[in-house]
């Protein structure tokens, strides 16, 4: 059976919540279109978080970053919401979303939303 794109993210226990460790997750392949012209844009998004309870599956986590493939949002508006629902999904010690933006029209975006 074929993997979906899915907002759904799945959380285990954290083997170690007595101990501060940083787990840092990238992905070089989040793609969203772009809400003014409907073009493709790519990115890689680093996930930086000390974990509390709960630690991200990885599969969950890919397939979350898929469902924005089809959908338009600003460089700004995606970070933020990838940001937003995994703190709703872990409540992390601490977490940082950076997304790096490939170049479009000369420019590219670098996007870093932080919790607390």
């Known amino acids: 059976m074929a993997s979906q794109p899915s907002r759904q993210l799945v959380t285990v226990d954290n083997p170690h919540p007595d101990r501060d460790y940083e787990v840092a997750c990238v992905c070089p392949e989040l793609t969203c279109l772009c809400p003014m012209t ?11 978080y ?5 630690i991200v599956e990885l599969k969950s986590l ?3 970053l898929w469902s924005f493939r ?18 709703a999904a872990l409540s992390p010690r601490s977490m940082t979303v950076e997304t790096r933006w490939n170049v479009r029209g000369g420019i590219t975006t670098t996007v870093t939303a932080a919790h607390p």
């Open 70 to 87: 089809d959908e338009g949002h600003f460089h700004e508006d995606v970070t933020n919401l990838i940001l937003d629902d995994l703190v």
């Open 38 to 48: 409907g073009q493709p844009d790519f990115a890689t998004v680093t996930v930086t």
């Open 62 to 64: 890919k397939l979350y």
């Open 50 to 54: 000390v974990p509390d309870g709960q």
